[in-house]
């Protein structure tokens, strides 16, 4: 795997996650610019998964199992979409509220993605 890719994808999404968190203790929905901020987190994490995906194809296996990585691959790419829909729909301060949490787990994910490739040296 990438390491560069995978620390920018976590540092990207905990500044998502500060970002939109402090719009929700301000009691404020999510706007546009917060929709700029998932779509970066977006790009970078499908990035991810193109690496990974290559990485796979080329031979390359994790060592928690491919199958294992190329799910956690999958979740990533969605955490922040997913979440992101989800405060369309809620157009108060949880909308905010439930971004900056998803922007959390797409950090959490990346730790696990690393251990699961091998990079955790277990």
Avoid: N
Avoid at 35 to 46: E, I, K, S
Avoid at 86 to 99: K, N
């Amino acid at each position: 795997m990438f390491t560069p890719l995978t620390v920018a994808v976590a540092v990207a999404a905990l500044a998502l996650a500060a970002w939109c968190g402090l719009a929700a203790y301000r009691d404020q929905p999510t706007k546009d610019w917060h929709f700029a901020g998932m779509a970066v987190v977006t790009v970078l994490a499908l990035a991810q998964l193109v690496v990974g995906i290559v990485q796979l194809s080329r031979g390359r296996d994790a060592d928690g199992g491919s199958v294992i990585f190329v799910s956690y691959l999958l979740g990533c790419a969605a955490a922040v979409p997913g979440v992101g829909f989800l405060s369309l729909a809620e157009r108060t301060r949880w909308g905010s509220a439930t971004v900056a949490a998803g922007a959390v787990v797409l950090a959490v994910l990346q730790v696990r993605l690393y251990d699961v490739w091998g990079g955790g040296g277990a």
